[in-house]
């Protein structure tokens, strides 16, 4: 017998001995410790909410108060560009159509002291380019502009009660069984809500599309539009999306704050072919939202 080598007897010997060991409870077999060695810790958030998924399967990862309802801030943009893309998809408008910049709506962001994306009342600005305004600077302008464009009705207040309308069916056909919306940009009156697991649903819906994917992975852009008087101006907006710069791999989706909401974060983000997606609602500032959000995506791509 070579030295070093045990009998094959002894050896049969010490496994039975470990699973009397077992039995009795006083350790768990090398695989199993392993196993538990190695699983991540699910990571502790600041945010009161949050969620975050596989976007191919919609198996979830880590869930915190995943299904309570809170405001949502400008995440509720995400349903606005939803609606857009789905007309743009069925209807015969399209990313080059152009809609003239109104009054009200430049009106709309000074009484509510709201995020603009400073469009300018007689310029011709496409549908594509106020999807970039909507989602880059969150510019409620432009989330007026794409209601007043996309509802029905004779008047701006009927074209927008029919916009967030469809904002709700829209909701309601994806499941979204704890999202209801009263307004276009997420400046609602007490009923705009949703929760960490329903945006990420909605998230990943609204990354089918390649043109809400190619505007929320954009981290600034110019953009060339018409003036009232025929000639030309740019625009640049740049992406309130923090984690594209930070975090490796994301490719959106949108911010959100208020004095309600706090501050709020639908996220995702791809590595080695897989994707995740998720949010975090009510954090309590702008780093801990970004931070809450790496932690949730770190501990998924973990999975």
Request: net charge positive; charged share 15%.
């Amino acid at each position: 017998m070579k030295q070093g080598v045990a009998p094959l007897h002894r050896a049969s010997a010490l496994t039975a001995a470990a699973g009397t060991l077992l039995a009795a409870g006083a350790f768990a077999p090398p695989a199993a410790a392993a196993t538990a060695a190695t699983a991540p810790k699910p990571p502790s958030i600041v945010a009161k909410g949050g969620y975050v998924m596989n976007n191919a399967t919609h198996a979830g990862y880590y869930g915190k108060a995943a299904d309570t309802r809170r405001p949502t801030g400008s995440t509720t943009k995400v349903m606005t560009a939803r609606v857009v893309l789905a007309h743009l998809a069925h209807k015969g408008l399209n990313l080059g159509s152009k809609v003239t910049i109104q009054k009200a709506y430049s009106d709309y962001i000074v009484a509510k002291t709201a995020s603009s994306a400073h469009l300018i009342v007689g310029d011709k600005v496409t549908v594509g380019q106020l999807l970039y305004g909507l989602m880059l600077p969150s510019g409620c302008d432009a989330a007026y502009a794409l209601a007043d464009t996309f509802g029905k009705g004779s008047t701006r207040a009927a074209r927008v009660k029919s916009f967030v309308g469809q904002m709700n069916a829209t909701a309601k056909s994806l499941g979204l069984k704890n999202t209801h919306f009263d307004s276009f940009d997420g400046i609602g009156n007490g009923r705009n809500y949703s929760t960490p697991r329903d945006l990420a649903k909605l998230a990943g819906s609204a990354l089918t599309y390649s043109t809400f994917r190619t505007v929320v992975r954009t981290k600034s852009t110019k953009q060339k539009v018409t003036t009232k008087n025929g000639g030309y101006r740019y625009m640049s907006w740049t992406n309130t999306n923090n984690l594209l710069s930070s975090y490796p791999g994301t490719i959106g989706v949108k911010t959100g704050s208020g004095p309600e909401a706090k501050y709020c974060l639908v996220f995702a983000a791809t590595r080695h072919g897989r994707t995740v997606v998720g949010a975090v609602l009510a954090s309590s500032s702008v780093a801990h939202r970004s931070a809450d959000a790496k932690k949730l995506m770190d501990y998924a791509f973990k999975r």
